[in-house]
Protein backbone atom coordinates (compact mmCIF):
# COMPACT_ATOMS: atom_id res chain seq x y z
CA UNK A 1 0.00 0.00 0.00
CA UNK A 2 1.30 3.34 -0.97
CA UNK A 3 3.03 5.11 2.16
CA UNK A 4 2.36 8.63 1.32
CA UNK A 5 -1.66 8.96 1.07
CA UNK A 6 -3.29 10.54 -1.40
CA UNK A 7 -6.76 11.73 -2.79
CA UNK A 8 -7.88 8.83 -4.95
CA UNK A 9 -11.66 9.37 -5.29
CA UNK A 10 -11.54 13.00 -4.65
CA UNK A 11 -12.63 14.23 -0.89
CA UNK A 12 -16.10 15.09 -1.21
CA UNK A 13 -17.46 16.53 2.21
CA UNK A 14 -20.72 15.50 1.62
CA UNK A 15 -23.67 16.04 4.37
CA UNK A 16 -25.13 13.00 6.37
CA UNK A 17 -28.46 14.29 6.01
CA UNK A 18 -29.26 14.19 2.21
CA UNK A 19 -30.66 17.58 0.49
CA UNK A 20 -30.55 18.00 -2.96
CA UNK A 21 -26.58 19.03 -2.28
CA UNK A 22 -25.87 16.47 -1.60
CA UNK A 23 -26.56 14.80 -4.87
CA UNK A 24 -23.03 13.89 -6.03
CA UNK A 25 -22.19 11.79 -2.75
CA UNK A 26 -24.88 9.46 -2.75
CA UNK A 27 -26.93 6.58 -4.35
CA UNK A 28 -28.69 7.64 -7.35
CA UNK A 29 -29.45 6.69 -10.94
CA UNK A 30 -26.03 7.44 -13.00
CA UNK A 31 -23.91 7.44 -10.05
CA UNK A 32 -21.30 4.76 -9.85
CA UNK A 33 -21.91 2.59 -6.78
CA UNK A 34 -19.57 0.42 -4.67
CA UNK A 35 -20.26 -2.55 -7.23
CA UNK A 36 -19.75 -0.21 -10.46
CA UNK A 37 -16.63 1.92 -8.53
CA UNK A 38 -14.90 -0.97 -7.25
CA UNK A 39 -14.13 -3.75 -9.67
CA UNK A 40 -11.05 -5.56 -8.39
CA UNK A 41 -8.90 -5.85 -5.10
CA UNK A 42 -6.76 -3.03 -6.56
CA UNK A 43 -9.76 -0.80 -6.64
CA UNK A 44 -10.70 -1.92 -2.71
CA UNK A 45 -7.20 -0.54 -1.66
CA UNK A 46 -7.31 2.51 -3.54
CA UNK A 47 -11.18 3.25 -1.89
CA UNK A 48 -9.27 2.26 1.18
CA UNK A 49 -6.97 4.87 0.85
CA UNK A 50 -9.54 7.41 0.45
CA UNK A 51 -11.22 6.22 3.36
CA UNK A 52 -8.04 6.68 5.42
CA UNK A 53 -8.05 10.24 4.42
CA UNK A 54 -11.36 11.16 6.21
CA UNK A 55 -9.27 10.76 9.58
CA UNK A 56 -7.66 13.35 10.76
CA UNK A 57 -7.93 15.48 13.98
CA UNK A 58 -6.93 18.65 13.66
CA UNK A 59 -10.48 19.93 14.97
CA UNK A 60 -10.65 18.34 17.63
CA UNK A 61 -6.86 19.38 18.70
CA UNK A 62 -8.11 23.11 17.43
CA UNK A 63 -11.62 22.84 19.93
CA UNK A 64 -10.18 21.65 22.43
CA UNK A 65 -6.87 23.50 23.00
CA UNK A 66 -8.81 26.64 22.74
CA UNK A 67 -12.13 25.86 24.59
CA UNK A 68 -10.26 24.05 27.57
CA UNK A 69 -7.05 24.94 29.10
CA UNK A 70 -3.96 24.15 26.82
CA UNK A 71 -3.58 27.84 25.23
CA UNK A 72 -3.62 31.48 25.88
CA UNK A 73 -4.82 34.03 23.16
CA UNK A 74 -1.39 34.88 21.77
CA UNK A 75 0.36 38.32 21.98
CA UNK A 76 0.65 37.97 17.92
CA UNK A 77 -3.21 36.99 17.64
CA UNK A 78 -5.23 38.53 14.81
CA UNK A 79 -8.52 37.74 17.10
CA UNK A 80 -8.40 34.47 16.25
CA UNK A 81 -10.39 31.99 18.33
CA UNK A 82 -11.36 34.36 20.59
CA UNK A 83 -15.06 33.80 21.26
CA UNK A 84 -14.65 29.76 21.76
CA UNK A 85 -12.11 31.04 24.40
CA UNK A 86 -14.97 32.43 25.97
CA UNK A 87 -16.78 29.23 25.95
CA UNK A 88 -19.27 30.44 23.21
CA UNK A 89 -20.54 27.11 21.90
CA UNK A 90 -23.57 26.49 19.62
CA UNK A 91 -25.10 24.05 17.09
CA UNK A 92 -23.74 26.24 14.31
CA UNK A 93 -19.93 26.24 15.15
CA UNK A 94 -17.36 25.24 12.72
CA UNK A 95 -15.90 21.97 15.29
CA UNK A 96 -19.73 20.72 15.40
CA UNK A 97 -20.71 21.37 11.85
CA UNK A 98 -17.09 20.06 10.28
CA UNK A 99 -16.52 17.16 12.10
CA UNK A 100 -20.00 15.79 12.04
CA UNK A 101 -19.94 16.31 8.29
CA UNK A 102 -16.26 14.87 7.50
CA UNK A 103 -17.09 11.70 10.16
CA UNK A 104 -19.87 10.23 8.35
CA UNK A 105 -18.49 11.36 4.68
CA UNK A 106 -15.48 8.96 5.99
CA UNK A 107 -18.29 6.24 7.25
CA UNK A 108 -19.73 5.83 3.73
CA UNK A 109 -16.50 5.45 1.99
CA UNK A 110 -15.35 2.97 4.54
CA UNK A 111 -18.96 1.16 4.08
CA UNK A 112 -18.14 1.45 0.49
CA UNK A 113 -15.76 -0.42 0.50
CA UNK A 114 -16.91 -3.33 3.19
CA UNK A 115 -20.05 -3.69 0.63
CA UNK A 116 -17.48 -3.93 -2.82
CA UNK A 117 -16.35 -7.56 -0.72
CA UNK A 118 -19.57 -8.62 -1.85
CA UNK A 119 -19.13 -8.46 -5.53
CA UNK A 120 -15.20 -8.36 -6.08
CA UNK A 121 -13.75 -11.23 -7.36
CA UNK A 122 -10.74 -12.08 -5.36
CA UNK A 123 -9.78 -15.43 -6.13
CA UNK A 124 -6.51 -15.89 -5.22
CA UNK A 125 -6.21 -12.95 -3.10
CA UNK A 126 -8.59 -13.18 -0.61
CA UNK A 127 -5.88 -12.43 2.44
CA UNK A 128 -4.86 -9.35 0.67
CA UNK A 129 -9.36 -8.32 0.23
CA UNK A 130 -10.08 -9.51 3.92
CA UNK A 131 -7.09 -7.33 5.40
CA UNK A 132 -8.85 -4.47 3.16
CA UNK A 133 -12.10 -5.03 4.43
CA UNK A 134 -10.54 -4.96 8.61
CA UNK A 135 -9.31 -2.11 7.98
CA UNK A 136 -12.59 -0.64 6.75
CA UNK A 137 -14.04 -2.08 9.91
CA UNK A 138 -11.62 -0.36 12.17
CA UNK A 139 -12.34 2.78 10.36
CA UNK A 140 -15.57 2.77 10.62
CA UNK A 141 -15.10 2.12 14.31
CA UNK A 142 -12.73 5.19 14.47
CA UNK A 143 -15.08 7.80 12.98
CA UNK A 144 -18.67 6.35 14.88
CA UNK A 145 -16.72 6.86 18.59
CA UNK A 146 -15.12 10.14 17.36
CA UNK A 147 -18.49 11.22 17.11
CA UNK A 148 -20.16 9.15 20.16
CA UNK A 149 -16.93 10.86 22.10
CA UNK A 150 -18.04 14.61 21.35
CA UNK A 151 -22.32 13.99 20.72
CA UNK A 152 -23.21 11.54 23.11
CA UNK A 153 -23.62 12.61 26.69
CA UNK A 154 -23.22 9.76 28.79
CA UNK A 155 -21.22 7.15 27.34
CA UNK A 156 -22.01 4.76 30.05
CA UNK A 157 -25.51 4.70 29.35
CA UNK A 158 -26.89 2.03 26.62
CA UNK A 159 -30.21 3.57 26.70
CA UNK A 160 -29.17 7.48 26.20
CA UNK A 161 -29.42 8.75 22.70
CA UNK A 162 -26.56 7.91 20.83
CA UNK A 163 -24.91 8.87 17.59
CA UNK A 164 -26.97 7.52 14.51
CA UNK A 165 -25.39 3.94 13.31
CA UNK A 166 -24.68 3.62 9.63
CA UNK A 167 -23.40 0.55 8.87
CA UNK A 168 -24.60 0.21 5.01
CA UNK A 169 -23.96 2.47 2.09
CA UNK A 170 -26.93 4.97 2.43
CA UNK A 171 -29.69 6.42 -0.54
CA UNK A 172 -30.96 9.10 -1.70
CA UNK A 173 -34.20 8.71 0.72
CA UNK A 174 -32.54 8.06 3.71
CA UNK A 175 -32.52 10.41 6.84
CA UNK A 176 -30.86 9.26 10.23
CA UNK A 177 -32.06 9.59 13.88
CA UNK A 178 -29.94 8.54 16.57
CA UNK A 179 -29.51 5.20 17.61
CA UNK A 180 -29.25 4.26 21.31
CA UNK A 181 -25.74 4.60 23.08
CA UNK A 182 -25.74 0.76 22.81
CA UNK A 183 -26.44 0.21 19.49
CA UNK A 184 -23.57 2.82 18.80
CA UNK A 185 -21.00 0.95 21.10
CA UNK A 186 -22.31 -2.35 19.85
CA UNK A 187 -21.57 -1.33 16.54
CA UNK A 188 -17.59 -0.24 17.37
CA UNK A 189 -16.98 -2.80 19.37
CA UNK A 190 -18.24 -5.14 16.74
CA UNK A 191 -16.32 -4.12 13.80
CA UNK A 192 -13.31 -3.88 16.10
CA UNK A 193 -13.45 -7.44 16.63
CA UNK A 194 -14.32 -7.71 12.96
CA UNK A 195 -11.02 -5.88 11.85
CA UNK A 196 -8.98 -7.75 14.21
CA UNK A 197 -10.33 -10.82 12.55
CA UNK A 198 -9.26 -9.71 9.61
CA UNK A 199 -6.20 -7.39 9.20
CA UNK A 200 -3.31 -9.89 8.25
CA UNK A 201 -0.37 -8.47 10.13
CA UNK A 202 1.06 -5.13 12.48
CA UNK A 203 3.24 -3.83 9.42
CA UNK A 204 3.80 -0.29 10.68
CA UNK A 205 2.22 2.64 12.09
CA UNK A 206 0.62 4.16 9.36
CA UNK A 207 -2.09 2.11 8.89
CA UNK A 208 -4.50 -0.33 10.84
CA UNK A 209 -3.04 -3.12 12.70
CA UNK A 210 -4.59 -5.42 14.51
CA UNK A 211 -3.05 -3.72 17.91
CA UNK A 212 -4.28 -0.69 16.68
CA UNK A 213 -7.82 -1.80 16.57
CA UNK A 214 -7.42 -3.57 19.71
CA UNK A 215 -6.35 -0.18 21.27
CA UNK A 216 -9.09 1.71 19.77
CA UNK A 217 -11.54 -1.03 21.43
CA UNK A 218 -9.49 -0.47 24.73
CA UNK A 219 -10.06 3.65 24.63
CA UNK A 220 -13.81 2.59 23.63
CA UNK A 221 -14.35 0.79 26.37
CA UNK A 222 -12.38 2.88 28.57
CA UNK A 223 -14.75 6.03 27.53
CA UNK A 224 -18.07 3.95 28.64
CA UNK A 225 -16.42 2.88 31.68
CA UNK A 226 -16.58 -0.74 30.41
CA UNK A 227 -12.95 -1.31 32.55
CA UNK A 228 -13.46 -5.54 32.41
CA UNK A 229 -13.03 -4.73 28.36
CA UNK A 230 -10.66 -1.88 28.36
CA UNK A 231 -8.04 -3.36 31.17
CA UNK A 232 -7.02 -6.97 29.26
CA UNK A 233 -6.49 -5.39 26.43
CA UNK A 234 -4.19 -2.24 27.64
CA UNK A 235 -2.50 -4.48 29.51
CA UNK A 236 -1.33 -6.99 26.73
CA UNK A 237 -0.31 -3.36 24.84
CA UNK A 238 1.51 -1.70 27.18
CA UNK A 239 3.58 -4.65 27.58
CA UNK A 240 4.26 -5.11 23.65
CA UNK A 241 4.84 -1.27 23.57
CA UNK A 242 7.17 -0.13 26.54
CA UNK A 243 6.89 3.44 27.35
CA UNK A 244 9.74 5.31 25.30
CA UNK A 245 12.52 6.80 26.85
CA UNK A 246 13.54 10.58 26.92
CA UNK A 247 15.10 11.08 24.07
CA UNK A 248 12.85 8.67 21.76
CA UNK A 249 9.79 10.74 23.33
CA UNK A 250 11.21 13.66 22.43
CA UNK A 251 12.09 12.01 18.56
CA UNK A 252 8.68 10.43 18.40
CA UNK A 253 7.08 14.34 18.59
CA UNK A 254 9.83 15.15 15.62
CA UNK A 255 8.73 11.98 13.29
CA UNK A 256 12.23 10.32 13.72
CA UNK A 257 11.33 7.21 16.12
CA UNK A 258 8.33 5.43 16.60
CA UNK A 259 8.68 4.08 20.24
CA UNK A 260 5.65 3.47 22.10
CA UNK A 261 3.38 4.38 18.89
CA UNK A 262 0.92 1.84 18.34
CA UNK A 263 -0.75 3.86 15.47
CA UNK A 264 -0.30 7.23 13.86
CA UNK A 265 -1.56 9.69 10.88
CA UNK A 266 1.11 10.18 8.39
CA UNK A 267 1.59 13.74 7.12
CA UNK A 268 4.36 14.09 4.38
CA UNK A 269 5.20 16.44 1.57
CA UNK A 270 2.44 16.92 -1.58
CA UNK A 271 -0.24 14.92 0.33
CA UNK A 272 -3.18 15.72 0.50
CA UNK A 273 -3.15 17.50 3.89
CA UNK A 274 0.26 19.48 3.11
CA UNK A 275 -1.17 23.21 3.59
CA UNK A 276 -2.12 26.07 6.47
CA UNK A 277 -5.95 24.74 6.05
CA UNK A 278 -7.91 27.05 7.99
CA UNK A 279 -6.49 28.65 10.60
CA UNK A 280 -7.95 29.75 14.33
CA UNK A 281 -10.84 27.41 14.07
CA UNK A 282 -12.40 24.20 14.46
CA UNK A 283 -11.99 23.42 10.34
CA UNK A 284 -9.86 19.53 9.50
CA UNK A 285 -6.95 19.71 7.39
CA UNK A 286 -3.82 21.20 7.14
CA UNK A 287 -0.56 21.08 8.89
CA UNK A 288 -1.35 20.25 12.64
CA UNK A 289 1.12 23.50 13.91
CA UNK A 290 -1.58 25.60 11.76
CA UNK A 291 -3.44 25.63 14.54
CA UNK A 292 -1.58 27.49 16.62
CA UNK A 293 0.77 29.50 14.45
CA UNK A 294 0.90 31.02 11.30
CA UNK A 295 3.88 30.04 9.60
CA UNK A 296 6.50 28.19 11.86
CA UNK A 297 7.33 27.71 15.46
CA UNK A 298 9.15 29.45 18.19
CA UNK A 299 7.92 33.33 18.20
CA UNK A 300 9.12 33.84 14.73
CA UNK A 301 6.58 31.94 13.25
CA UNK A 302 3.58 34.50 14.10
CA UNK A 303 2.09 32.54 17.07
CA UNK A 304 -1.60 33.95 17.17
CA UNK A 305 -1.64 31.00 20.26
CA UNK A 306 0.68 30.35 23.06
CA UNK A 307 0.98 27.83 25.62
CA UNK A 308 -1.39 28.46 28.79
CA UNK A 309 0.46 29.37 31.94
CA UNK A 310 -1.08 27.14 33.88
CA UNK A 311 0.00 23.97 31.43
CA UNK A 312 3.22 25.79 31.05
CA UNK A 313 3.87 25.71 35.05
CA UNK A 314 2.55 22.23 35.32
CA UNK A 315 5.04 20.72 34.04
CA UNK A 316 8.46 19.94 35.63
CA UNK A 317 11.61 21.56 34.60
CA UNK A 318 13.26 18.05 34.53
CA UNK A 319 10.13 16.09 32.81
CA UNK A 320 10.91 15.81 28.75
CA UNK A 321 7.52 16.75 28.28
CA UNK A 322 7.79 20.52 28.94
CA UNK A 323 10.27 21.07 26.49
CA UNK A 324 8.47 18.79 23.39
CA UNK A 325 5.02 21.00 24.08
CA UNK A 326 6.47 24.81 24.86
CA UNK A 327 9.19 26.83 23.76
CA UNK A 328 9.92 29.47 26.50
CA UNK A 329 10.53 32.89 26.41
CA UNK A 330 11.36 34.62 29.50
CA UNK A 331 10.43 37.25 28.87
CA UNK A 332 10.28 38.30 25.49
CA UNK A 333 10.26 41.87 25.02
CA UNK A 334 7.84 42.09 22.25
CA UNK A 335 5.10 41.26 24.70
CA UNK A 336 6.40 42.46 27.83
CA UNK A 337 5.89 39.10 29.34
CA UNK A 338 7.02 35.63 29.59
CA UNK A 339 5.65 33.57 26.51
CA UNK A 340 5.41 29.78 25.81
CA UNK A 341 4.68 29.16 22.18
CA UNK A 342 3.12 25.05 21.29
CA UNK A 343 6.40 23.42 20.17
CA UNK A 344 4.83 20.13 19.88
CA UNK A 345 4.44 20.25 15.67
CA UNK A 346 7.80 21.98 14.64
CA UNK A 347 7.69 20.71 11.45
CA UNK A 348 9.52 17.46 9.72
CA UNK A 349 10.87 16.64 6.71
CA UNK A 350 11.79 20.34 6.19
CA UNK A 351 8.30 21.93 6.29
CA UNK A 352 7.11 23.77 9.23
CA UNK A 353 4.33 22.92 11.49
CA UNK A 354 3.83 19.54 9.35
CA UNK A 355 3.69 16.54 11.66
CA UNK A 356 2.41 12.94 11.85
CA UNK A 357 -0.44 13.07 14.31
CA UNK A 358 0.10 10.01 16.96
CA UNK A 359 -3.59 9.13 17.99
CA UNK A 360 -3.08 5.66 19.47
CA UNK A 361 0.33 5.54 22.56
CA UNK A 362 1.11 2.98 24.88
CA UNK A 363 1.15 5.71 27.36
CA UNK A 364 -2.87 5.76 26.49
CA UNK A 365 -2.91 2.07 27.62
CA UNK A 366 -0.79 2.70 30.77
CA UNK A 367 -3.51 5.69 32.18
CA UNK A 368 -6.65 3.43 30.71
CA UNK A 369 -4.88 0.64 33.51
CA UNK A 370 -4.77 3.53 35.96
CA UNK A 371 -8.77 4.24 35.43
CA UNK A 372 -9.58 0.90 35.76
CA UNK A 373 -8.02 0.89 38.99
CA UNK A 374 -9.61 4.07 40.14
CA UNK A 375 -12.68 2.85 38.93
CA UNK A 376 -12.42 -0.41 41.32
CA UNK A 377 -11.57 1.83 44.02
CA UNK A 378 -7.84 1.26 44.20
CA UNK A 379 -6.13 4.55 44.44
CA UNK A 380 -2.60 2.84 45.54
CA UNK A 381 -3.05 0.99 42.17
CA UNK A 382 -4.32 3.50 39.82
CA UNK A 383 -0.72 5.73 41.77
CA UNK A 384 1.44 2.76 40.46
CA UNK A 385 0.61 3.46 36.88
CA UNK A 386 0.72 7.00 36.77
CA UNK A 387 4.21 6.75 38.40
CA UNK A 388 4.96 4.67 35.40
CA UNK A 389 4.50 7.23 33.24
CA UNK A 390 6.22 9.76 35.66
CA UNK A 391 9.38 7.53 35.56
CA UNK A 392 9.46 7.56 31.61
CA UNK A 393 9.24 11.02 30.75
CA UNK A 394 11.89 11.91 33.75
CA UNK A 395 14.15 9.17 32.64
CA UNK A 396 14.42 8.06 36.28
CA UNK A 397 12.66 6.70 39.48
CA UNK A 398 10.31 9.36 40.63
CA UNK A 399 8.05 9.10 44.12
CA UNK A 400 4.58 7.11 43.22
CA UNK A 401 1.92 9.80 43.89
CA UNK A 402 -0.35 9.33 46.74
CA UNK A 403 -4.22 8.97 46.56
CA UNK A 404 -6.21 8.38 49.34
CA UNK A 405 -9.34 8.31 47.94
CA UNK A 406 -10.99 7.00 44.43
CA UNK A 407 -12.03 10.83 43.49
CA UNK A 408 -7.86 12.06 44.24
CA UNK A 409 -6.91 9.20 41.86
CA UNK A 410 -9.30 10.79 38.97
CA UNK A 411 -8.22 13.65 39.38
CA UNK A 412 -4.67 12.85 39.26
CA UNK A 413 -5.01 10.54 36.20
CA UNK A 414 -6.55 13.51 34.92
CA UNK A 415 -3.52 15.46 35.79
CA UNK A 416 -1.11 13.25 34.07
CA UNK A 417 -3.58 12.84 30.80
CA UNK A 418 -2.92 17.09 30.88
CA UNK A 419 0.48 16.66 30.57
CA UNK A 420 0.84 13.47 28.19
CA UNK A 421 -1.71 14.46 25.73
CA UNK A 422 -1.38 18.11 25.81
CA UNK A 423 -2.35 19.27 22.19
CA UNK A 424 -3.67 16.19 20.81
CA UNK A 425 -7.26 16.73 21.00
CA UNK A 426 -7.89 14.53 24.39
CA UNK A 427 -8.54 17.06 27.37
CA UNK A 428 -11.98 18.19 26.64
CA UNK A 429 -13.24 14.91 25.98
CA UNK A 430 -11.20 13.64 29.54
CA UNK A 431 -13.19 16.27 31.61
CA UNK A 432 -16.19 15.64 30.14
CA UNK A 433 -16.20 11.49 31.24
CA UNK A 434 -13.78 12.09 34.44
CA UNK A 435 -13.83 16.00 35.76
CA UNK A 436 -16.95 15.11 38.14
CA UNK A 437 -15.16 11.91 38.90
CA UNK A 438 -12.00 13.82 39.46
CA UNK A 439 -13.29 17.01 40.88
CA UNK A 440 -11.37 19.10 37.64
CA UNK A 441 -12.41 21.53 35.24
CA UNK A 442 -11.10 24.29 33.14
CA UNK A 443 -8.10 25.45 34.79
CA UNK A 444 -7.23 28.83 33.49
CA UNK A 445 -4.38 31.00 34.46
CA UNK A 446 -5.94 34.56 35.76
CA UNK A 447 -3.46 36.58 33.73
CA UNK A 448 -4.48 34.39 30.61
CA UNK A 449 -8.24 34.56 31.53
CA UNK A 450 -9.37 37.98 33.01
CA UNK A 451 -8.94 40.28 29.91
CA UNK A 452 -11.88 37.54 28.22
CA UNK A 453 -14.10 37.13 31.28
CA UNK A 454 -14.09 33.28 30.58
CA UNK A 455 -11.34 31.78 33.49
CA UNK A 456 -13.73 28.85 34.32
CA UNK A 457 -16.84 26.86 33.27
CA UNK A 458 -18.62 24.19 35.53
CA UNK A 459 -17.99 20.88 34.43
CA UNK A 460 -21.72 19.74 34.37
CA UNK A 461 -22.01 22.68 31.71
CA UNK A 462 -24.10 21.34 29.06
CA UNK A 463 -21.30 22.62 27.05
CA UNK A 464 -19.23 19.50 28.06
CA UNK A 465 -20.93 18.10 25.24
CA UNK A 466 -21.21 19.13 21.69
CA UNK A 467 -24.79 20.18 19.77
CA UNK A 468 -25.65 18.26 16.65
CA UNK A 469 -24.90 20.85 13.53
CA UNK A 470 -27.77 23.04 12.71
CA UNK A 471 -27.22 22.74 9.02
CA UNK A 472 -27.91 18.29 9.74
CA UNK A 473 -31.50 20.38 10.35
CA UNK A 474 -32.70 21.27 7.13
CA UNK A 475 -33.13 18.34 5.35
CA UNK A 476 -33.87 16.27 8.32
CA UNK A 477 -36.57 18.27 10.39
CA UNK A 478 -36.97 15.16 13.00
CA UNK A 479 -33.66 15.26 13.96
CA UNK A 480 -34.32 18.44 15.60
CA UNK A 481 -35.80 16.97 18.40
CA UNK A 482 -33.38 14.45 19.58
CA UNK A 483 -30.69 17.58 20.05
CA UNK A 484 -28.23 17.83 23.05
CA UNK A 485 -29.57 19.47 26.04
CA UNK A 486 -28.63 23.28 26.36
CA UNK A 487 -28.67 24.02 22.40
Not at 107 to 114: C, D, G, Q, S
Not at 150 to 164: F, N, R
Not at 178 to 205: K, P, W
Amino acid sequence: MMKNIKIVFGLALASFVFSCEDATDIRQPGVLDASSAIQSVDDMEDALINAYTGMFVTAEMHFTSVFTDEIRIGYDSGGQGQSLYRFNLASNNSGPSNVWRNNYSSIRRANLVIEAANSVDATGDEARRDNIVGQAHAIRAWQHLQLASLYIVDMSDDASLGVPVVDFVTGTDYTALRSTTGDTFSLIYNDLDTAVSLISANSGTIFFSKDAARALKARAAAYREDYATAAPIAQSLANSYPLAGTVAYENVFRDTDNSEVIMKLERTINDAFDGQGSTGDSSNGGWAGAKYAFTGPGVTGSPYYEVATALYNAFDANDVRRGVNAEAYEPLPAAGRNVYTVNKYRGSQGRPLMNDHKILRSSEMVLILAEARAQANDPAGAAGFVDQIRDARFGSDQTAPSYVSQSEAFGGILDERRLEFAFEGHRYKDLRRLGAKGNRTVDRDAGDCTPFGACTIAINDDRFTWPLPLAEFNGNPALRAQQNPGY
